[in-house]
């Protein structure tokens, strides 16, 4: 059980077009969803958290007009790079947890989805 | 804030040996959750180990245990028998037990298994 599914797995786009990626929980409601970027060899880093019909609240540095996120149900939330640029390259993961009271909200991870902008 | 921080960038060890990733971190909370995640070549975040701050007891899955040492604020990965599949970066995280739960990882340890 907890699977998180994204796709595209990987997206090449030209410079100036806006991409989507969706993340979608497949066998739970996810009350809570994570988008995370990742550069070659680095760590995961946090970009925005969303909550299923709320706005997302992003974190510092984050340009929230350049990234996009839309959590319209309780299954799926979608990113969209926004005017993209080489710059915006990179590897971008979504997670998501339920909300359990007093407990852990164990988060579960997408297999990623790569971004190359030409 | 807190903060995790793993010293060691790259890690070798032989296959069927044992190996002890390192991981520390700061943190004002008394109640909290540690993780070790595993990414390998294929980018998959996979989760390895939990602990719950409040158990004294150290966590196992397997080959897999840790030292965690709450004084200390250290957290350390011990893999047993280590095999080829083991090959991936490892990430410690961090995240509060009240409150809004996020993860906070470390920079990784990417470890090596060889023949």
């Known amino acids: 059980g907890a699977v998180v599914s994204q796709h595209p797995s990987w997206v090449i786009c030209k410079s100036g077009t806006s991409v989507k990626i969706e993340c979608r929980s497949l066998d739970f409601q996810a009350t809570t969803m994570f988008w995370y970027r990742q550069f070659p060899k680095q760590s995961l880093m946090l970009m925005a958290t969303?909550?299923?019909?709320?706005?997302?609240?992003?974190e510092q540095g984050v340009e929230k007009d350049k990234f996009l996120i839309n959590h319209a149900s309780l299954t799926l939330s979608t990113l969209t790079v926004t005017s993209a640029h080489p710059e915006d390259s990179s590897f971008y993961i979504c997670?998501?947890?339920?909300?359990?009271?007093?407990?852990?909200?164990?988060?579960?991870f997408g297999p990623g989805t790569r971004l190359t902008v030409l | 804030a807190q903060t995790v921080t793993q010293s060691q960038p790259e890690m070798s060890v032989q296959e069927a040996e044992t190996v002890t990733l390192s991981c520390t971190y700061d943190?004002?909370?008394?109640?909290?959750?540690l993780f070790w995640y595993k990414q390998p070549p294929s980018r998959q975040m996979i989760l390895v180990i939990r602990q719950e701050a409040y158990k004294q007891q150290n966590a196992t899955e397997n080959r897999f245990s840790v030292n965690f040492q709450k004084a200390a604020k250290s957290f350390s990965l011990k893999i047993s028998d280590s095999q080829l599949g083991d090959t991936a970066m490892y990430f410690c995280a961090f995240m509060k037990s009240t409150g809004f739960q996020k993860l906070v990882f470390g920079t990784g340890t990417r470890l090596l298994v060889s023949p």
């Open positions: 997670s998501a947890s339920w909300f359990r009271r007093g407990g852990l909200n164990e988060q579960f």
């Open positions: 943190t004002s909370e008394n109640n909290y959750y």
């Open positions: 969303s909550n299923e019909g709320s706005k997302a609240t992003y």
